[in-house]
DNA sequence: CGATGAACAGCATGTTCATCC
DNA sequence: GGATGAACATGCTGTTCATCG
């Protein structure tokens, strides 16, 4: 309740997908903001996407606010002593994290429906799964 | 070049998302504005995306503005003697539109394959040809 | 009330600036 | 220069208002 504005439900949004690969990444490696947009720039070049700083700190951000994430601050490897800042889940930010990644799932399965579809309505596609 | 921002280049935007579905409902059935927005959110309406009246406008208005479509004001069928707006290839028109079409398609394809990424990375899917 | 537009408003996101090591 | 943030600017898009038949 109390929004202003409703969505029209098209495709998500950049501060979404950002969210979900923050936390997988959390997951898996422990890494910090820049590194981060880094690994996701290497990993999205081919496509075309790149994202900027900014979008990965709102997003670190976003789900610090939602319990999911936490700040660890230490003294970055190796180099100069210049602390970074790294994450973990916080009590229970693992369960949230799963809890939006099902969500995410959802929403992804969704965009992609909509994008098959969008093909199969304007280039007449249908999915032969017989081709040569 | 004279851009003042650039894309990151995430999910295409929803406006040409539209303007692809404008066009091929005009080379399809002739419908005018507001039956666009109908058939499109009938369409739509399983996967929760529904397009306001202003976006399908300025999307139509943008294919004007391209020489993609022309405007053809008539009288509504059947019932009151209102005029409603067409829509037409106008000289030259329908090269553009096929242009756009092929334009959009890479566009498409490449938001598919972006999300199918995404869903790989971060629920570690990997498409089973010969499921049942 | 249906249809078409345009003005307006709010939010998503890209760019720039500030600070610290 | 690398890293983190915040401020600022722009643009996409949803909501509202105006006009016409």
């Known amino acids: 309740m109390g929004d202003k504005r409703t969505s029209s439900g098209f495709l998500l ?3 979404a997908f950002l969210k979900l690969y923050m936390i997988t990444m959390t997951e898996q490696d422990r ?3 820049l590194k981060l947009l880094d690994a996701l720039r290497d990993e ?15 997003a670190l951000h976003d789900l610090i606010e939602d319990g999911v994430l936490q700040q660890v601050k230490r003294k970055k490897e190796g180099m100069k002593l210049q602390e970074v800042v ?4 916080p009590d229970g930010g693992y369960e949230k994290a ?12 969704r965009c992609e429906s909509m994008i098959k579809k969008a093909i199969r309505d304007n280039y007449g596609y249908v999915e032969s799964a017989t081709n040569p």
Do not use: I
Request: charged share 30%.
């Open 86 to 89: 790294y994450y973990r889940f």
């Open 31 to 33: 890494l910090y903001g």
């Open 98 to 109: 799963q809890l939006y990644k099902r969500q995410l799932k959802v929403e992804l399965e």
């Open 44 to 58: 999205f070049r081919p496509f075309g996407y790149k994202p900027n700083h900014s979008e990965v700190y709102k």
């Open 13 to 15: 949004k950049q501060r």
